[in-house]
Every structure is written in structure tokens, then in C-alpha cells.
T-cell receptor, first 113, second 115 residues
Framework: TQLLEQSPQFLSIQEGENLTVYCNSS?????LQWYRQEPGEGPVLLVT?????EVKKLKRLTFQFGDARKDSSLHITAAQPGDTGLYLC?????????????FGKGTKLSVKP | ETGVTQTPRHLVMGMTNKKSLKCEQH?????MYWYKQSAKKPLELMFV???????ENNSVPSRFSPECPNSSHLFLHLHTLQPEDSALYLC??????????????FGPGTRLLVL
């Protein structure tokens, strides 16, 4: 069974701090996606990484896909209260069901003003 | 802005009730999904439809019954549910199937409480 382990599960920080969220697996993925989910809403896609070693930046968010395509990280610089939410990573298996993304349990981030 | 809507947003039902969840996507996508989101668990894929044909059913109990009358609408019919079925039920859609790395667009979810 493929699993994606996210860490930490919970993170509470002050505005202006930096943080990193990790997504790890023993399986190789063809691509990996990061979503943010706010209370009362569904997840919204932030980024998709496809190539091993790829780094993508989205304003203060930096996403990295591991060289072996088994892990990924999300780094937020100078966090703001608007970054508060549940961050989910999801991997597309190389050999697996075409309909299935494997999701991590998520990291719940709280940024206090 | 999400083009996927779900109704109702909140639902409380007894174990003997029958209810239905509705999802509608306005994005012209070909694939639609039902997910279950419970506390402390990863998102669980329940059903996948592609071009109105079911392509995946991840060992979901028969008390959950999906219906996809056309590519824009997806229903989840519920009957004789258990308290452990209480969760957030999310609908999503995508152009192609998500396992190929396609972007999924999620609705806001239906918060279900089974008493």
C-alpha cells in the first residue's frame, strides 16, 4: 500500500516566521501535488511538481520535489495569517489506478498575528 | 474560484434515513470524484466516474450508492448509515483522470453527521 507521510501534523507559528512542511514516501510518484484547504472549503491546488529535483516558487511558497520523486517539501517564508489552513500533498502513482491520487493526512498550519 | 458546487453544505441524518448529496461542476470536465475526509485520516477516494462511467470503486460499503446521470452531475445516495460515516464528503472534477496528474477542482463539501 502506498502511503504519503506528512510532517508535522500541526504547526502554530507567529506571523513573519519561516516554516517547512514535509511529505515523504517509500514509493516513487510520477507527479506530486500540494493543496491548501481552508475551513469550510474544499482543497485548492497550489502546485504540481513532475520532475525529480524540480523547484517551483509561488510568491512566498517554495515547493521542491525530491530527486528520486519519493518526497517533497513546502517552504513558506515570512508566514502571514492568510497562510493558515490545512496543507495536503497528493501523489500520482507511476503504476496504479488512473483515477487515484494518494493523499497525505495533511499539516494544519496556524499563523498568529 | 471553484466551479464545483455541492448541496447541501450540512446534513444531519438518523441511521434509518435516506438522503442524497448532490454535486455539479460547471467546468466542462470529464471526470468526477467522491472523497471522504475524516479527522486524522488521509482523504479517501470513494468513487470515480469518467465520461459518466464508473471507473473506480474503492471497496466502499453498499450503503453508499453513487449516480452520475451526465458529465456535469454526480450524486451520492445514502441509506442506513452508521455514526462512523460522519465526515466531510468532497466532490471533485478534472479534465482527465487524476491518477495521471490532472488537476482536481474540489467543491466545498457536505458536512455529514449521522446520529
Amino acid at each position: 500500500t502506498q502511503l504519503l507521510e506528512q510532517s508535522p501534523q500541526f504547526l502554530s507559528i507567529q506571523e513573519g516566521e519561516n516554516l517547512t512542511v514535509y511529505c515523504n514516501s517509500s514509493s516513487v510518484f510520477s507527479s506530486l501535488q500540494w493543496y491548501r484547504q481552508e475551513p469550510g472549503e474544499g482543497p485548492v491546488l497550489l502546485v504540481t511538481v513532475v520532475t525529480g529535483g524540480e523547484v517551483k516558487k509561488l510568491k512566498r511558497l517554495t515547493f521542491q520535489f525530491g530527486d528520486a520523486r519519493k518526497d517533497s517539501s513546502l517552504h513558506i517564508t515570512a508566514a502571514q495569517p492568510g497562510d493558515t489552513g490545512l496543507y495536503l500533498c497528493a501523489g500520482a502513482a507511476i503504476r496504479g489506478s488512473q483515477g487515484n491520487l494518494i493523499f497525505g493526512k495533511g499539516t494544519k498550519l496556524s499563523v498568529k498575528p | 474560484e471553484t466551479g464545483v458546487t455541492q448541496t447541501p453544505r450540512h446534513l444531519v441524518m438518523g441511521m434509518t434515513n435516506k438522503k442524497s448529496l448532490k454535486c455539479e461542476q460547471h467546468l466542462g470536465h470529464n471526470a468526477m470524484y467522491w472523497y471522504k475526509q475524516s479527522a486524522k485520516k488521509p482523504l479517501e477516494l470513494m468513487f470515480v466516474y469518467s465520461l459518466e462511467e464508473r471507473v473506480e470503486n474503492n471497496s466502499v460499503p453498499s450503503r453508499f450508492s453513487p449516480e452520475c446521470p451526465n458529465s456535469s452531475h454526480l450524486f451520492l445516495h445514502l441509506h442506513t448509515l452508521q455514526p462512523e460515516d460522519s465526515a466531510l464528503y468532497l466532490c471533485a472534477s478534472s479534465w482527465g483522470l487524476a491518477g495521471g496528474g490532472e488537476t482536481q477542482y474540489f467543491g466545498p463539501g457536505t458536512r455529514l453527521l449521522v446520529l
